[in-house]
């Protein structure tokens, strides 16, 4: 059962870490004033077991519609962030604040808000939010998509399918620059506090997956050295063009893959290498009792 009341406290939680943030000089030109936190992508009211999958952080297009670097250009130029370019409404894919009428202050007091924000992170793979596709993949398609289909899992509503996959990102906050150039800050302020690891914790929690999927060593690293340290331990096996490795993160209690690929953009497979690849590391941890 979908806790409602946790995951309206972990939005408050979250928003308020945002407000924080923005306030310090090296996020303050990085975080969009009308962009909320994201928390999850996908339906996480689901009767299926879930699978849970791990990026960085969110793309500055779920939420913004031009380039990072015109993006970029526009706020260090002139230091008016109201220069951004929104996805608004119909166009946006998660809860756009508006312009003038809403603020992240208001998201902490306003809990009809919050409702419509957290439905947002529900609504995600709705066909018609147009998710970010180029990335998660088609709904029978390439990408991280296919690499699930193998697991016997899906973002998308399948009924074939016996899990449900959703998305998560260790980073929960859209950024105006990658991720890469943000390591440095993101760990003095998120990781090295250990409030990137609590927050997580929480969404495991709430979510009650049997397995987490990490994608690209650097994303494994991080989550073995700042969100669950048991993980470090294992080791690294083949599998054509990448490279996975598989157990348990003890202190969350749960399945864990580490994908060498990051499977956005997975080189050296195509869609049935990917489907198989799936299908191979879901077989392996069965057969040693990971799920």
């Not at 408050?12 to 303050?28: G, N, S, V, Y």
């Not at 399948?158 to 906050?173: C, N, R, S």
């Not at 003890?250 to 956005?264: R, T």
Request: aromatic share 12%.
């Amino acid at each position: 059962m979908f806790d409602v009341q946790a995951a309206d406290e972990l939005l408050i939680e979250a928003t308020t870490k945002l407000l924080w943030l923005r306030q310090q000089d090296d996020w303050a030109k990085e975080l969009p004033s009308r962009c909320p936190p994201i928390l999850w992508f996908g339906n996480a009211r689901s009767s299926k077991p879930k699978v849970l999958t791990i990026g960085a952080n969110p793309s500055r297009w779920e939420y913004l519609d031009e380039s990072c670097r015109e993006n970029l250009a526009k706020v260090k130029a002139s230091g008016d962030e109201s220069l951004l370019r929104y996805l608004e409404p119909p166009k946006n894919r998660f809860r756009v604040l508006g312009a003038s009428s809403e603020s992240l202050e208001q998201v902490v007091k306003d809990r009809g808000l919050r409702d419509k924000i957290i439905q947002g992170y529900n609504d995600y793979f709705l066909e018609c939010r147009n998710p970010y596709q180029k990335w998660f993949g088609k709904k029978d398609g390439y990408r991280v998509e296919g690499f699930l289909r193998g697991l016997g899992a899906s973002f998308y509503d399948a009924q074939e399918m016996q899990y449900q996959a959703i998305h998560f990102d260790l980073l929960p906050f859209a950024t105006l620059s990658d991720f890469k150039n943000l390591e440095e800050t993101a760990a003095d302020d998120l990781f090295t506090s250990e409030w990137a690891k609590r927050t997580v914790a929480k969404l495991v929690c709430l979510l009650q997956p049997e397995t987490v999927i990490a994608f690209g060593r650097t994303n494994v690293d991080c989550f073995a050295e700042h969100i669950d340290t048991s993980v470090h331990c294992l080791s690294w096996i083949p599998h054509g063009a990448a490279s996975y490795q598989i157990g348990k993160a003890e202190e969350l209690k749960i399945a864990f893959v580490g994908l060498s690929v990051n499977l956005g953009n997975p080189r050296g497979f195509d869609s049935a290498g990917l489907r198989a690849f799936g299908s191979h590391v879901g077989s392996l941890m069965r057969q040693r009792g990971f799920v």
